[in-house]
T-cell receptor, first 110, second 111 residues
Framework: GQQVMQIPQYQHVQEGEDFTTYCNSS?????IQWYKQRPGGHPVFLIQ?????EVKKQKRLTFQFGEAKKNSSLHITATQTTDVGTYFC??????????FGQGTELSVKP | DTAVSQTPKYLVTQMGNDKSIKCEQN?????MYWYKQDSKKFLKIMFS???????INETVPNRFSPKSPDKAHLNLHINSLELGDSAVYFC??????????FGPGTRLTVT
């Protein structure tokens, strides 16, 4: 069935280091969304990518959508302790259903 | 004002009991969802309602029954609770093709 693979599952970084999480799909995606869930919190929408090769930035966060629309990445430059949480990618199928990746849990050591 | 609210935030109950979780959104969205997040943080959709009509019904035991009295509310009733039902349940709302807004979650613990 439809599945989005997300890696790595965990990432521990020193504050100031960069961080990247990747999502891959075996099928072409119509769009991809990214969410962040802080510890004990709920998923919060970050961004949606729609176009092939699209790159969007939000301050230290850079989101990319692959040319073939089968993969996506989220890169954080110079991580801070406030970046701690689990980052999820999610694809939307034609039925409007969001299929979430497994998530990447980021911990940042000050 | 809270966009998507859920009650209760915590729910501890014994096996075999029946419980309900309530959800309300004030965003004017037509579509509401229920998700289950397990101990490994995997988020899986359970149900989706569009304007009070059931749209998505994943492979969920029929002990779980959603009810939407109006498009701003989507409640989840669970019969005969089992240990494996322990999880965090999130309600969400949104419009097709756009982002979803999640409630704060209900942590259900079945003992």
């Amino acid at each position: 069935g439809q599945q989005v693979m997300q890696i790595p599952q965990y990432q521990h970084v020193q504050e100031g280091e960069d961080f990247t999480t990747y999502c891959n799909s075996s099928t072409t995606l119509s769009n991809i969304q990214w969410y962040k869930q802080r510890p004990g919190g709920h998923p919060v929408f970050l961004i949606q990518l729609v176009k092939s090769g699209e790159v969007k930035k939000q301050k230290r966060l850079t989101f990319q959508f692959g040319e073939a629309k089968k993969n996506s990445s989220l890169h954080i430059t110079a991580t801070q302790t406030t970046d701690v949480g689990t980052y999820f990618c999610a694809e939307e199928n034609q039925g409007g259903k969001l299929i979430f990746g497994q998530g990447t849990e980021l911990s940042v050591k000050p | 004002d809270t966009a998507v609210s859920q009650t209760p935030k915590y729910l501890v109950t014994q096996m075999g009991n029946d419980k309900s979780i309530k959800c309300e959104q004030n965003l004017g969205h037509d579509t509401m969802y229920w998700y289950k997040q397990d101990s490994k943080k995997f988020l899986k959709i359970m149900f989706s309602y569009n304007n009070k009509e059931l749209i998505i019904n994943e492979t969920v035991p029929n002990r779980f029954s959603p009810k939407s009295p109006d498009k701003a509310h989507l409640n989840l009733h669970i019969n005969s609770l089992e240990l494996g039902d322990s999880a965090v349940y999130f309600c969400a709302s949104g419009r097709d093709g756009y982002e979803q807004y999640f409630g704060p979650g209900t942590r259900l613990t079945v003992t």
